[in-house]
């Protein structure tokens, strides 16, 4: 079967980093999404990775590694407005996309 | 520039009563999906449209039906609620399907009593 998995929650401080993991396991593989969703809102891009390495966009990086069916997404420098839920969601072989259930990141002061 | 538009908000349905929940994009996107978003999973596709005239059935499709008779509009239907089915609903539209970004709509929570 397909499936993500994302730790359900996370707690950082203010102005420090944090590392959000996402395994997959799907039928086959094209890319790998980040969203962020603020609490009642709609989720939001955060990035795309197909190859493997690091993309950089700001404060936040994504990294992808095919061979381990392994991403994750660095936050520096945290705001408290970062504190959201974090998605990570796997394109499949039918380009679908397969959704973890989120990380929640708590920001504190 | 709104993007995309749903309605409505927020609604209270009875058991075995029909529903539409409304989807509406101005970016002229190909394909828009459905999905619902319950607590402690994570987003479930329930149709989607690769462009319009054509839909496809997603995970969890199940009491649930779509149209695409245009390409603005993605509407969705519940024949006959069942408190199962309640939930928060998203509408995403993206340029085609694939890898390009989807852009979600600002959702609508349903409760069905």
């Known amino acids: 079967g397909q499936n993500i998995d994302q730790p359900t929650e996370m707690t950082a401080t203010e102005g420090a980093i944090v590392q959000i993991n996402c395994t997959y396991q799907?039928?086959?593989?094209?890319?790998l999404f980040w969203y962020q969703q603020h609490a009642g809102e709609a989720p939001t891009f955060l990035s795309y990775n197909v190859l493997d390495g690091l993309e950089e966009k700001g404060r936040f990086s994504s990294f992808l590694s095919r061979s381990k069916g392994y991403s994750y997404l660095l936050l520096k420098e945290l705001q408290m407005k970062d504190s959201a839920s974090y998605l990570c969601a796997a394109l499949d072989s039918n380009y679908q996309l397969i959704w973890g259930a989120g990380t929640k990141l708590i920001i504190k002061p | 520039i709104a993007g995309i538009t749903q309605a409505p908000t927020s609604q209270i349905l009875a058991a075995g009563r029909r529903m539409t929940l409304r989807c509406t994009q101005d970016m002229r996107h190909n394909a828009m999906y459905w999905y619902r978003q319950d607590l402690g999973l994570g987003l479930r596709l329930i149709h989607y449209?690769?462009?319009?005239?054509?839909?496809g059935k997603g995970e969890v499709p199940d009491g649930y039906s779509v149209s695409r008779a245009n390409t603005d509009d993605f509407p969705l239907t519940l024949a006959s609620a069942v408190p199962s089915q309640t939930s928060v609903y998203f509408c995403a539209s993206s340029a085609s399907g694939g890898n390009n970004e989807q852009f979600f709509g600002p959702g609508t929570r349903l409760t069905v009593l």
């Open positions: 449209s690769n462009t319009a005239g054509t839909t």
């Open positions: 799907t039928s086959g593989f094209n890319g």
